[in-house]
């Protein structure tokens, strides 16, 4: 079982930067692929970007595409989100999730994901 805990959240001004934290409680979190999620107030989750398990390949959504950026550090057991250029859009709770299954495609980052942290709010002011 594979633990998770996203910090780093919290209130932003539009144009700035946040880097969120995703520890997980056990070495094996280094052998899958880990990604974000987000989930806006009265809004579906939806999928943000995901890292390879060597943090070799990344994938993000077009949202976020050239202003987000993913990285590992597997002798932490942690995966980073740098989040710059924040807009007030951006705003919701933001979930890490490792393993994914690929029931839902055959894309290395393809869901659904068996491990998920309790999420950590981050909140773009305009």
């Known amino acids: 079982q594979v633990q998770l805990a996203e910090s780093g959240g919290g209130l932003v001004q539009a144009g700035g930067s946040l880097r969120l934290s995703c520890a997980a409680s056990?070495?094996?979190?280094?052998?899958?692929?880990v990604a974000w999620f987000r989930q806006a107030l009265g809004k579906e989750r939806e999928f943000v970007a995901a890292?390879?398990?060597?943090?070799?390949?990344?994938y993000y959504e077009d949202p976020v595409k050239g202003r987000f950026a993913l990285s590992r550090d597997n002798a932490k057991n942690t995966v980073y989100l740098q989040m710059n250029s924040l807009k007030p859009e951006d705003t919701a709770v933001y979930y890490c999730a490792a393993d994914p299954t690929r029931e839902y495609g055959n894309s290395w980052y393809s869901g659904p994901y068996k491990y998920w942290g309790q999420g950590t709010q981050v909140t773009v002011s305009s």
């Open positions: 056990t070495r094996a979190f280094n052998d899958v692929p």
């Open positions: 890292i390879s398990l060597l943090g070799s390949l990344t």
